[in-house]
């Protein structure tokens, strides 16, 4: 009797344990969950970048100019009037066929560019015939970077033995890549894509900073070119809530908001605090009246 006397109080105990192990888990998400309002982004015409930033500073706001791993290229006059003169060139597309295509992606803080090929048809395992033909590639290498066709080969020749000795399962096998270091002619591709193209689209996602030109002749998508514009963010702290303001040069502004979930927010009080923000920025207050605010009340 004693032992299933323990034994009970034993099981007891592990039941409590559990249970209150449970209860600290719970009140750990509820404790660290949090709502939240964000934005889609208008642009504001007019708008002083640095001078939206110097008022938010004199406002008592926390600045912060956001980064990004691309480069800045010298002595592109257009560009620099265009897109500003802080402006970064992020990644450079070039287009095969309506299928395979060549991204190059600059990390300018490594000094490398990262060369990665897909394949939008491909449903196996990526092999060496879903790359484009080797003469392809090394035209847009040698276009792209300051090498010549030699260093180009010995680089399809690389990512070529990288796919015949992958693993197929390991993450990223269907996109493989290559890390170049050699100096990149932004340049001759910037002169080469208008030049070919017949047509020039731009998209821009308006406080992200991102921007993004693609160039086409006739129907046939020739590549694109995706930049980032200057950018910051703008935070107000107040009693427990958080409001951020994202804008870019280009005169782009979202919002996003954020508290604990448990707390009242209602998107009418959000509202009067960015139009007070914005007022004291230097934009527009009306602006705020344009924004469409999604709410989330959990993360999880």
Known sequence: MNALRWAAVALVGVVIVGVAAYAVFAGVLIGSDVASYSSDGVTVSDLEYE??????AAAGYAVERVGSSGFHPEGI?????????EYEAFRVVFDHSETKRL???????????????????????????????????????????????????????EVKEDVRTGDPSEPGASTPSIRVEEPVDFRSVYDELPTRATTVNESSSPGSGWHVREYYAADEKLGSIEFVLSRATVTHEADGYTYRVHLDYHGG?????????????????????????????GIPPETVDHLQLEYRGSVW
């Open 77 to 85: 006059d257009e560009l620099d009037a265009e897109l500003g003169p």
């Open 51 to 56: 001078d939206t930033l110097d008022r938010a």
């Open 253 to 281: 502004v979202e919002v996003d908001a954020q508290t604990r979930a448990y707390r009242s927010f209602e998107e009418e009080d959000v509202r009067a605090v960015f139009r007070q923000m914005f007022e004291e920025m």
């Open 103 to 157: 991204w190059a992606t600059f990390y300018a803080a490594e000094g490398v560019t990262v060369v990665t090929f897909f394949a939008d048809d491909n449903r196996g395992e990526f092999t060496v015939d879903d790359l484009p033909p080797d003469e392809w590639i090394v035209d847009r290498l040698t276009l792209l970077f300051e090498m010549d066709e030699a260093t180009a080969e010995s680089y399809v020749e």
